[in-house]
């Protein structure tokens, strides 16, 4: 049987559960830093399913691919910008063969690391770039794009309008936040939630949300501004496993998944409909979450 599309089960009132880390499992699995994570869908591809089929196995309902960096900026960075197409698409083909047909797969595209305000692109060179990489991801089998970690609203839009416009897929765009001197919750670039929610609608977002930030502190705060500003546009929550800590030169993230999962609760009260983790999260966290979830049904 075909999957519904992922707004038309949450408007059947199911809190969905979404995966976790991506960068802190691949490096468990032994991807060195400054190599380029996209190509283990090539050159590992057995690993990465490992990942993507753990996060199932925990309860996962939607499941990210390897392919947050996969646009061509970044993968030019490599020398990977010839292999953009093939890159992206076998990272959604990964994570297809682990969702199987039950569950959903939000293929994951980042940010460039360039910014128009600088001068160094353009809105329509985002607008490219994004195209390209989101009709490789739709190649390969998603159900989704989730535009993460966003911080300009200029790039979030183009990405979002590129998915839109050249795909059938649903879009998921989220912004990472963090907290002001006066408590209030912004991007880098100054951005308020409800502002990063309302430009992503306007450009075709189906779904908005947080991501990343300072941990799990905020959250609730975050979704309530969201859901004030538009009560009717689902809400997806994917935190750090709080903020990370230097022991013996690596950063670890010290939130337990009982932690994580006790957050679940005044999160789905403030409005959320999808739960997941970001920075630091493992299989373990999002199992509890899956249990603080099912029992709150």
């Known amino acids: 049987m075909k999957r519904k599309r992922i707004t038309e089960a949450l408007k059947n009132g199911r809190t969905l559960v979404a995966d976790g880390a991506w960068g802190t499992a691949l490096q468990a699995k032994g991807l060195k830093g400054g190599d380029c994570p996209e190509l283990w869908n090539r050159e590992h591809p057995e690993k990465v399913l490992e990942i993507a089929e753990s996060y199932i196995k925990a309860g996962s309902n939607l499941i990210e691919t390897n392919t947050f960096g996969g646009n061509r900026f970044k993968l030019e960075h490599f020398g990977l910008g010839e292999n953009v197409f ?29 910014m128009t305000v600088m001068g160094d692109v353009t809105e329509e060179d985002f607008y490219e770039v994004f195209k390209e990489q989101s009709t490789a991801l739709a190649a390969g089998g998603a159900d989704a794009v989730i535009v993460e970690t966003m911080s300009a609203l200029d790039e979030a839009a183009a990405a979002v309008k590129a998915a839109k416009e050249n795909t059938d897929l649903e879009i998921i765009c ?21 502002e990063a929610a309302e430009a992503a609608v306007n450009a075709g977002a189906d779904i908005v949300g947080a991501n990343c930030g300072k941990g799990y502190a905020g959250m609730t705060q975050i979704i309530k501004e969201i859901k004030s500003a538009l009560p009717d546009v689902p809400v997806i929550v994917q935190a750090n496993a709080g903020l990370p800590e230097l022991i013996d030169g690596v950063s670890v993230f010290p939130a337990t998944p009982e932690e994580m999962a006790g957050q679940s609760i005044p999160w789905i009260n403030a409005g959320v409909n999808i739960i997941g983790g970001c920075c630091g999260t493992t299989d373990s966290h999002i199992l509890a979450i899956r249990k603080a979830v099912d029992a709150s049904s």
């Open 174 to 194: 989220t912004f990472t936040f963090e907290p002001t001197v006066q408590g209030e919750y912004r991007t880098m670039m100054g951005v308020t939630p409800a």
């Open 86 to 114: 093939e890159l992206n698409k076998a990272g959604a083909e990964i994570s297809r063969k682990a969702a199987g047909e039950e569950n959903w797969v939000i293929a994951s595209v980042g940010p460039t690391g360039k």
